[in-house]
């Protein structure tokens, strides 16, 4: 097992190159299912569930290159399997996005039903819902989602009652080779929907309206592949921002989009951050100020993403006067709280909500990550803390950060894993 060791106060310095994002990457990994020829990815982030997806691809009898330099070639010419095996699925929850593209592409898959996880209940009927307004036949047994359709998907109109990210992905793709064209209202906003839609137009589909509540997918009757390159993660890049702002220090992250990040960087703002973006990079600098607490409430993008929540907080837990959190997209996302409270946080919870009341110095302690986001809001505290940290369970912040000690190093912080 390992864990990381983090001696407190230093405060972050210099400049560090984002990743490619994961988020993006998970669905454009499952897209290449949907090419007859072969595919390329380019700026594809080294990370535990880039490495799952691929495993889950390979085991679907795909061929896929090696990973290497943040690049891989893929060739879903054929399969060998439709399943999508409980244990890949049981790892990481959005192997439920190769569902789409396999049914719509091979008339049958087979998906290990996705479970809950530490934030939450996370159903899919959305995805069912939608797929079977397509004309698949669905039935739950064995614990596997087992969807097939005779002829192709057949497009149509589909509303979602909830904004959801993975059900707009997977309908995207499932309609991408559907006969006719299919509408997706209530769809879901973030970023990388936009990147997976420019993906799957590279390769050979037609995709309008991502970015918006309503997207047309227009079936066509073959994708033949080519290359894509992901965009950074705005998640990862918010974190490293955060992190400067809980350490009253400076950080630039190149190879960024700050667009992708306005309601993260407004709320920095308000911590009394100065922010400096420019093309391909963004910087903040708290000029050696302790940070002012921030209210904020997550929400389906352009809103506060639920995946900076958590590092939020715990800026909100070292800095000046009292901050609100409201949680609206997960039942369960306030778990770092019990956690930071051990450091010496002044966090109250009713509900779906957070009174972080800033204090002036965090002690360093033993905590447990309970999952990504709430992994890296502990490091963020830890770095901040006085003393050291060791924080438990890390597998959870290899699942979404690349080189986290080694960029965090890069940055003047005292990091190191462990294996005990
Ligand atoms: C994705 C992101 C995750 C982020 C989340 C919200 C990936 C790999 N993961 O997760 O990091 O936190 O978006 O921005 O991109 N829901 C339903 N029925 C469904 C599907 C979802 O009720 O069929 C609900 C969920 O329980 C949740 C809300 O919709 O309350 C949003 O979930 P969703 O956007 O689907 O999250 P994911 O795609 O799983």
């Not at 399969?79 to 439920?96: E, G, Q």
């Not at 934030?119 to 614990?143: C, F, K, N």
């Not at 950080?251 to 922010?275: D, H, M, N, Y």
């Not at 939020?312 to 709280?337: S, W």
Request: aromatic share 4%; net charge negative.
């Amino acid at each position: 097992m390992e864990k990381l060791i983090i001696q407190g106060g230093t405060c972050l310095q210099g400049e560090i190159p984002a990743s490619g994002s994961k988020n993006a990457a998970l669905p454009i990994l499952a897209a290449t299912l949907l090419c007859e020829g072969p595919t390329t990815i380019t700026n594809l982030p080294h990370l535990q569930d880039v490495i799952t997806s691929i495993e889950l691809l390979g085991a679907l009898g795909v061929e896929v290159g090696e990973h290497q330099q943040h690049r891989i070639e893929v060739d879903a010419g054929r399969l060998d399997s439709l399943t999508a095996p409980y244990d890949l699925v049981r790892k990481m929850r959005a192997s439920i996005l190769v569902l789409g593209p396999m049914l719509s592409r091979w008339g049958e898959a087979n998906v290990s039903f996705p479970g809950g996880c530490a934030i939450g209940s996370r159903p899919v009927d959305l995805h069912l819902q939608g797929l079977e307004a397509m004309g698949a036949t669905i039935v739950i047994e064995d614990g596997y989602i087992r969807a097939t359709r005779s002829g192709r998907l057949i497009g149509c109109g589909i509303r979602m009652s909830t904004v959801s990210v993975g059900a707009t992905e997977n309908l995207m793709m499932a309609a991408a080779l559907a006969e006719g064209t299919t509408v997706l209202e209530n769809a879901a906003r973030e970023p990388e929907i936009l990147d997976l839609a420019n993906c799957l137009n590279a390769w050979g589909a037609r995709v309008t309206g991502a970015g918006t509540q309503t997207i047309a997918i227009e079936g066509v009757a073959s994708m033949a592949g080519g290359d894509y390159r992901v965009m950074p993660d705005r998640i990862e890049i918010g974190t490293y921002l955060a992190a400067a702002a809980a350490t009253r220090g400076r950080v630039r992250v190149t190879g960024a989009a700050p667009s992708a990040l306005e309601a993260v960087l407004a709320k920095l703002r308000e911590t009394g951050a100065r922010i400096d973006t420019g093309d391909g990079w963004v910087e903040l600098d708290m000029r050696g100020c302790r940070p002012r607490a921030v209210s904020l409430t997550t929400a389906p993008y352009p809103a506060f993403p639920t995946d900076m929540q958590a590092q939020l907080t715990a800026v909100n837990a070292i800095a000046e006067g009292i901050g609100i959190v409201t949680e609206t997209v997960f039942e369960n996302r306030l778990m770092q709280v019990q956690e930071l409270r051990r450091m010496g946080a002044d966090i109250s919870i009713d509900g779906n909500t957070a009174r972080v009341k800033g204090v002036v110095r965090l002690q360093g302690a033993q905590v447990m990550a309970s999952d990504l986001r709430a992994s890296a809001s502990l490091v963020i505290a830890g770095m901040a803390a006085e003393g050291e940290t060791c924080v438990d369970e890390i597998y959870h912040i290899d699942r979404g950060y690349e080189r986290l000690e080694e960029k965090l190093h890069h940055l003047g912080a005292k990091i190191k894993r462990i294996s005990v």
